[in-house]
């Protein structure tokens, strides 16, 4: 009988359960607003919160470091002069073999120095660049919003982030003295004139951030050829455990340093991890309070019904039947409430995906933990899938204790019911 | 040829502290093909011995036996195969789904016992028009009268060629002409088809149509009168 009833019964059964959910439209529409409302609430901020993260790590990999840094073994434990790569040739033949197509990457000279003017004086990170392989790398190369960028062989000329320059009320043109230690570990300084002013999302990083050639800071701290980093960014975000591993591989251990942006930016790399995490409470939060809602409608369908069921036991349908029955309804439900979720999340997502939302009003405080100016959400599959299965399957568990209940009044109670 | 068998059936109900014994000690047997009254006064125990009978309710003790099944050797779900294979049931409130068309409601049944929906569309058809309801299939309870709901709920009960129905007042609430028209067609499918009807009634105009009529009182079988 179960089998006959697998091949002709569904399409009456589907019809009746469809029935039912529209015998009381009002109740409907509320439990559909409700599953509605937390999917659409799931998915976008989900979608705002994985914008915000993309966000942070564009920032972060940008502004400096890259998906992957190479240095001497001891730079990051104490990022002074003496801990520079020396012999940078080795390093880039290891790269040109494992870099895959499309991968872009450039040496720096990284130091501590103490910028001052005629009437201010503070504490910066000197940063020698090549010109034209640090454009493609970070996002100095179309930062400069005043004066002009690095030309390739300046040995003169500084780049100052705008509040850098705003703090020492200078301007273009004017002259910069940088001051740091050298390789003979002797105090060198060198006079610069500025040529650029570059923005960047942080002003922190406008206040850090000084730039000059390469050759202009070998020059200064007696470096030769030397380097303090190379930056690597990758066309694949995924491709960055490989081709660390295999920079590992290639390169000797007991001279080189070579870290992804996870381990460059710890603070970073644990937000994103609590940020999951937080995600996954937030559906559950959301989940909870859409649960209740659902299982107190289909309760209160259950019990108007009751005579019903006991009805339908009279006939001499099975507990498992009607339980069955009462689920399918939760499903329709959930389906509907799903479909229309996920279509205006979607919908929210796209409205928002040219202009975004401008955080420029919270910018001054979003800053200092690297929240971008404008939050562009960002949906992933992974996301959408996961929300979508929280809401089915715990909605589909939560609706069991009303369906069993159903299933559970007897012939004679469920007819006598009143 | 017995279709039903009751031996010393005993029920006792708790009414919150107060017992109050519906059935003592009930012996009765119906023969297959008969049309039967089951007459008494409110709290007689019609309507506990009908639920019994139909494998609706669990007698306390006493035996029940149905075209050979015994009701105390049977778990729950055989209770519930024998309902849908062996009894249609009529009831006073017409208890129609009410979500669903008049054809589909007499399908229903058939879709349960897994008939294949051309059969089921064709009898539910047949059986509705034998009941005088051709050209209403698609109406819904709402759209019926009283008298063509229970008309409905009597299709729905013969449709699946049941050993017996069981009608607990089924002209309760029905005019007088109605019901007797229920019970015209009821008679007609009682011989067309020796299907065998038990009903529970205080309507004189049944017990005027049964060919037997049982009397109960205070649990008992009072007085048990086969027409001649």
């Given at each position: 009988?179960?089998?006959?009833?697998?091949?002709?019964?569904?399409?009456?059964?589907?019809?009746?359960?469809?029935?039912?959910?529209?015998?009381?439209?009002?109740?409907?529409?509320?439990?559909?607003?409700?599953?509605?409302?937390?999917?659409?609430?799931?998915?976008?901020?989900?979608?705002?919160?994985?914008?915000?993260?993309?966000?942070?790590?564009?920032?972060?990999?940008?502004?400096?470091?890259?998906?992957?840094?190479?240095?001497?073994?001891?730079?990051?434990?104490?990022?002074?002069?003496?801990?520079?790569?020396?012999?940078?040739?080795?390093?880039?033949?290891?790269?040109?073999?494992?870099?895959?197509?499309?991968?872009?990457?450039?040496?720096?000279?990284?130091?501590?120095?103490?910028?001052?003017?005629?009437?201010?004086?503070?504490?910066?990170?000197?940063?020698?660049?090549?010109?034209?392989?640090?454009?493609?790398?970070?996002?100095?190369?179309?930062?400069?919003?005043?004066?002009?960028?690095?030309?390739?062989?300046?040995?003169?000329?500084?780049?100052?982030?705008?509040?850098?320059?705003?703090?020492?009320?200078?301007?273009?043109?004017?002259?910069?003295?940088?001051?740091?230690?050298?390789?003979?570990?002797?105090?060198?300084?060198?006079?610069?004139?500025?040529?650029?002013?570059?923005?960047?999302?942080?002003?922190?990083?406008?206040?850090?951030?000084?730039?000059?050639?390469?050759?202009?800071?070998?020059?200064?701290?007696?470096?030769?050829?030397?380097?303090?980093?190379?930056?690597?960014?990758?066309?694949?975000?995924?491709?960055?455990?490989?081709?660390?591993?295999?920079?590992?591989?290639?390169?000797?251990?007991?001279?080189?340093?070579?870290?992804?942006?996870?381990?460059?930016?710890?603070?970073?790399?644990?937000?994103?991890?609590?940020?999951?995490?937080?995600?996954?409470?937030?559906?559950?939060?959301?989940?909870?309070?859409?649960?209740?809602?659902?299982?107190?409608?289909?309760?209160?369908?259950?019990?108007?019904?009751?005579?019903?069921?006991?009805?339908?036991?009279?006939?001499?349908?099975?507990?498992?039947?009607?339980?069955?029955?009462?689920?399918?309804?939760?499903?329709?439900?959930?389906?509907?409430?799903?479909?229309?979720?996920?279509?205006?999340?979607?919908?929210?997502?796209?409205?928002?995906?040219?202009?975004?939302?401008?955080?420029?009003?919270?910018?001054?405080?979003?800053?200092?933990?690297?929240?971008?100016?404008?939050?562009?959400?960002?949906?992933?599959?992974?996301?959408?899938?996961?929300?979508?299965?929280?809401?089915?399957?715990?909605?589909?568990?939560?609706?069991?204790?009303?369906?069993?209940?159903?299933?559970?009044?007897?012939?004679?109670?469920?007819?006598?019911?009143? | 040829?017995?279709?039903?068998?009751?031996?010393?059936?005993?029920?006792?109900?708790?009414?919150?502290?107060?017992?109050?014994?519906?059935l003592k000690g009930v012996s009765l047997s119906f023969e297959k093909g008969s049309f039967v009254a089951l007459a008494g006064p409110s709290g007689s125990g019609k309507t506990t011995l009908l639920n019994i009978i139909g494998a609706l309710d669990l007698a306390d003790s006493g035996r029940i036996v149905m075209d050979g099944n015994a009701f105390d050797k049977m778990n729950r779900s055989q209770?519930?195969?024998?309902?849908?294979?062996?009894?249609?049931?009529?009831?006073?409130?017409?208890?129609?789904?009410?979500?669903?068309?008049?054809?589909?409601?007499?399908?229903?049944?058939?879709?349960?016992?897994?008939?294949?929906?051309?059969?089921?569309?064709?009898?539910?058809?047949?059986?509705?028009?034998?009941?005088?309801?051709?050209?209403?299939?698609?109406?819904?309870?709402?759209?019926?009268?009283?008298?063509?709901?229970?008309?409905?709920?009597?299709?729905?009960?013969?449709?699946?060629?049941?050993?017996?129905?069981?009608?607990?007042?089924?002209?309760?609430?029905?005019?007088?002409?109605?019901?007797?028209?229920?019970?015209?067609?009821?008679?007609?499918?009682?011989?067309?088809?020796?299907?065998?009807?038990?009903?529970?009634?205080?309507?004189?105009?049944?017990?005027?149509?049964?060919?037997?009529?049982?009397?109960?009182?205070?649990?008992?079988?009072?007085?048990?009168?086969?027409?001649?």
């Amino acid at each position: 009988m179960e089998n006959v009833l697998s091949h002709e019964g569904p399409p009456m059964y589907l019809q009746m359960a469809w029935r039912n959910i529209w015998r009381n439209p009002r109740r409907t529409t509320i439990i559909l607003l409700a599953i509605i409302i937390g999917v659409w609430n799931m998915i976008f901020l989900g979608a705002l919160t994985r914008g915000m993260e993309a966000g942070m790590i564009k920032n972060g990999i940008a502004t400096l470091t890259g998906n992957i840094q190479i240095h001497h073994k001891d730079y990051r434990n104490d990022p002074v002069i003496e801990n520079s790569m020396t012999d940078p040739e080795t390093v880039e033949s290891a790269m040109e073999k494992i870099l895959p197509q499309g991968a872009h990457r450039t040496g720096r000279v990284r130091v501590n120095a103490i910028a001052s003017n005629a009437r201010h004086s503070s504490g910066v990170t000197l940063v020698g660049i090549d010109p034209k392989r640090e454009a493609r790398v970070s996002f100095i190369g179309h930062a400069v919003k005043q004066g002009r960028y690095l030309m390739s062989k300046e040995m003169y000329g500084i780049v100052v982030g705008k509040a850098l320059l705003d703090k020492f009320e200078t301007k273009v043109g004017h002259k910069l003295v940088l001051m740091s230690q050298d390789t003979d570990r002797e105090i060198s300084s060198r006079a610069f004139r500025i040529v650029g002013v570059f923005r960047a999302e942080m002003a922190a990083t406008e206040k850090q951030f000084v730039f000059v050639t390469l050759p202009a800071a070998q020059q200064m701290l007696k470096l030769d050829k030397g380097i303090s980093e190379i930056s690597i960014i990758l066309p694949d975000q995924q491709d960055n455990g490989r081709v660390a591993s295999a920079l590992k591989d290639a390169l000797p251990d007991d001279t080189y340093d070579i870290n992804t942006w996870r381990d460059l930016l710890p603070i970073l790399n644990a937000y994103l991890k609590l940020s999951d995490g937080f995600m996954f409470i937030w559906y559950l939060v959301v989940f909870i309070a859409m649960g209740f809602g659902i299982v107190n409608t289909t309760l209160m369908a259950v019990y108007e019904r009751m005579k019903e069921f006991g009805l339908l036991k009279a006939l001499g349908m099975k507990p498992w039947w009607i339980i069955r029955e009462v689920l399918l309804e939760s499903v329709l439900l959930l389906l509907m409430g799903m479909v229309i979720g996920n279509i205006l999340s979607f919908l929210s997502v796209f409205a928002l995906s040219g202009s975004g939302i401008d955080l420029s009003a919270l910018a001054a405080g979003a800053e200092y933990v690297g929240i971008s100016r404008i939050l562009y959400p960002a949906i992933y599959a992974k996301d959408v899938a996961i929300a979508n299965l929280v809401v089915f399957v715990l909605g589909l568990m939560v609706s069991i204790y009303p369906a069993a209940k159903a299933g559970r009044f007897t012939p004679v109670e469920a007819l006598t019911h009143t | 040829m017995h279709i039903v068998e009751c031996v010393d059936v005993n029920k006792t109900y708790h009414q919150g502290k107060v017992k109050v014994q519906a059935l003592k000690g009930v012996s009765l047997s119906f023969e297959k093909g008969s049309f039967v009254a089951l007459a008494g006064p409110s709290g007689s125990g019609k309507t506990t011995l009908l639920n019994i009978i139909g494998a609706l309710d669990l007698a306390d003790s006493g035996r029940i036996v149905m075209d050979g099944n015994a009701f105390d050797k049977m778990n729950r779900s055989q209770r519930a195969d024998l309902r849908l294979n062996k009894v249609g049931f009529v009831f006073q409130s017409y208890n129609l789904i009410p979500v669903l068309s008049a054809l589909e409601n007499v399908e229903f049944v058939m879709l349960l016992q897994g008939l294949p929906s051309v059969e089921r569309r064709k009898r539910a058809k047949d059986i509705l028009d034998e009941v005088g309801l051709q050209g209403m299939y698609d109406r819904r309870p709402a759209e019926l009268s009283g008298g063509q709901q229970q008309r409905v709920a009597v299709a729905r009960a013969i449709v699946s060629n049941p050993s017996i129905v069981l009608a607990d007042e089924p002209t309760a609430n029905l005019d007088s002409s109605t019901g007797k028209g229920l019970l015209e067609i009821m008679k007609q499918m009682n011989e067309k088809k020796n299907v065998t009807f038990i009903f529970s009634t205080h309507d004189n105009m049944v017990m005027d149509y049964a060919d037997r009529v049982i009397y109960l009182r205070d649990g008992m079988v009072a007085d048990d009168r086969v027409k001649i």
